[in-house]
């Protein structure tokens, strides 16, 4: 029997040069050109499910396993498994954070090897999830087999089923012990070489259990144009996306605080360190626990207290994707806030918060009022505590979290031009909140509100029609600062609080900061006559 059109053409295109005397001949330039001449080409899955019931000759079955005979990710769904899930989900999002799989060796590195490291390691810290997985198994492929073309391969009498996958072949197994078919073979990556396997490539795995002719004669199906050197050595290939086929990140019904911040509000961007420590953590740092009389305890309570707030502040990210999905013709959407909005939690966050915060409020009381009987011993340390001060200054600060909340709410339902002028006090809310059980000297509270003016510009910029990449914060950071330093000093003749450590180290660590975008303005500067 013949492959539908189009696949003839595909067919036809591997007896032209890409076809090689061996799989493992097609180099990596042939099937990248391959794999840019089928993306985005796919067939119906009534044509393949046709075309294998139609089958009149002998032929090998090559099926991909992930989102085609079974409809979900096994890799994911395995580590899924990890207990307990919060943990495993922290666990993941280091590995996602530190990239590991980038400092292997040369023949390993890189995001190819990324599912084989995170397996690995996933097994040798969380070894029950091996056991777990082989109960969970049964259930998932009970819930996501694909039925339609497991019926299609039981009623050929000339197909030969194979399950070839670049997933892992220990974690298969178990599943297709539980498949309303029984293949011949289930080929898969191994558990300590699967870095090695996943870079061969799924036609090597084969090339080890058979003949380059049966290969070259065989019907692949498969929904990843990553087999694209493979797709065209078959004689039948079939690109295809099966209805109800999803890829779900494992963990993904967990919620994490900032994950909305990192995967969706602003994805690939680092926005916790960048935006959240670097920014506003090292901003209240220099403020507010360099005069505290324990500035590193202080230091460490600011950062569970920032923490806190984030956990909050981070629903009104939420909130304002939701509303501008629902209410705005164009809503400016990440591509992944369809993939994760489900997971956000508007109920977590909060525990979080409060769990934060506690921490937060604690340390910070011991720092701003036990002075160094703190450090003779965590006895007296405690004795010192007043439980009744500590207790109104957390309900003061879930007070403010929740004031916080219902601001953000409220900018969130307003207008996009009327948001121009909530959005400093929501600012300020950032930055001065924390004065609530601290306090910050001159030269802290001019960094703080230097920031204030810093991240409101570029919004009134943006809702304005402009271009809001093109505004320099960090000179402008600076330049604020010392505006604000410089007219108390002169004008005001306060010129003593600037002189000492405090001002010299945030004006030493802003003037870092302003290298890149100093260097552009500097670039960029000439006389008009030139």
């Known amino acids: 029997m013949n492959s539908p059109e189009y696949y003839s053409s595909i067919s036809d295109t591997s007896d032209t040069s890409l076809a090689k005397s061996s799989p493992s001949e097609l180099n990596e330039n042939e099937a990248l050109a391959y794999k840019q001449e089928i993306d985005g080409k796919t067939c119906e899955a009534q044509q393949v499910i046709n075309f294998i019931e139609n089958l009149n000759e002998s032929s090998l079955a090559i099926i991909d396993f992930d989102e085609t005979l079974f409809l979900r990710n096994s890799t994911e769904e395995y580590l899924s498994n990890i207990k307990p899930q919060f943990i495993g989900n922290l666990f993941l999002l280091f590995l996602d954070k530190l990239k590991p799989w980038n400092f292997l060796p040369q023949s390993l590195r890189g995001d190819e090897s990324r599912d084989w490291v995170r397996v690995l390691l996933a097994t040798i810290v969380f070894p029950w999830t091996w056991l777990l997985w082989q109960g969970r198994a049964k259930h998932l492929m009970e819930a996501y087999e694909n039925h339609s073309l497991s019926r299609a391969l039981a009623n050929s009498h000339y197909t030969k089923t194979v399950i070839a996958s670049r997933g892992f072949e220990f974690i298969i197994k178990p599943m297709t012990k539980y498949l309303s078919i029984q293949p011949e073979q289930v080929i898969g990556c191994r558990f300590f070489k699967g870095g090695l396997d996943r870079h061969q ?29 493979l797709l065209a050595m078959v004689k039948h290939p079939f690109l295809v996306q099966w209805p109800g086929a999803q890829y779900i990140p494992a963990l993904s019904n967990i919620y994490l605080p900032f994950f909305y911040l990192e995967r969706v509000k602003r994805p690939g961007s680092n926005f916790t360190y960048e935006v959240v420590i670097k920014n506003h953590l090292l901003s209240l740092v220099l403020a507010i626990s360099w005069i505290s009389p324990l500035p590193i305890v202080n230091a460490i309570g600011t950062s569970f207290l920032v923490f806190s707030f984030w956990c909050i502040y981070e629903i009104g990210y939420f909130e304002n994707d939701q509303i501008a999905e629902k209410y705005e013709k164009k809503p400016v959407l990440s591509e992944t806030y369809h993939k994760y909005k489900s997971r956000m939690n508007l109920f977590q966050p909060w525990l979080f918060a409060s769990a934060l915060g506690f921490v937060g409020v604690l340390l910070t009381y011991i720092s701003n009022h036990t002075g160094n009987y703190a450090l003779s011993s965590i006895h007296n340390t405690f004795l010192l505590l007043d439980q009744k001060s500590i207790f109104v200054d957390f309900t003061m600060w879930m007070g403010i979290l929740a004031s916080i909340r219902i601001l953000y709410s409220f900018y969130n339902y307003l207008d996009e031009k009327t948001r121009i002028w909530v959005y400093p006090f929501l600012q300020m809310s950032k930055y001065l909140s924390f004065l609530v059980f601290t306090n910050a000297s001159r030269v802290g509270l001019a960094l703080l509100i230097a920031n204030i003016f810093v991240d409101w510009i570029p919004y009134i910029i943006y809702r304005c029609g402009g271009q809001r990449d093109e505004f320099e914060e960090q000179i402008m950071r600076l330049f604020v600062f010392l505006l604000i330093c410089a007219g108390s000093a002169l004008f005001l003749h306060e010129i003593e609080f600037i002189k000492n450590w405090q001002f010299a180290v945030i004006l030493l660590w802003l003037s870092i900061r302003i290298r890149p975008q100093l260097k552009k303005l500097i670039s960029n500067a000439h006389w008009v006559w030139h």
């Open 201 to 229: 490539g799924k036609e090597a795995l084969l090339a080890t259990k058979f003949d380059h002719d049966a290969i070259r004669n065989s019907i692949l199906v498969t929904d990843s144009t990553d087999d694209a050197s």
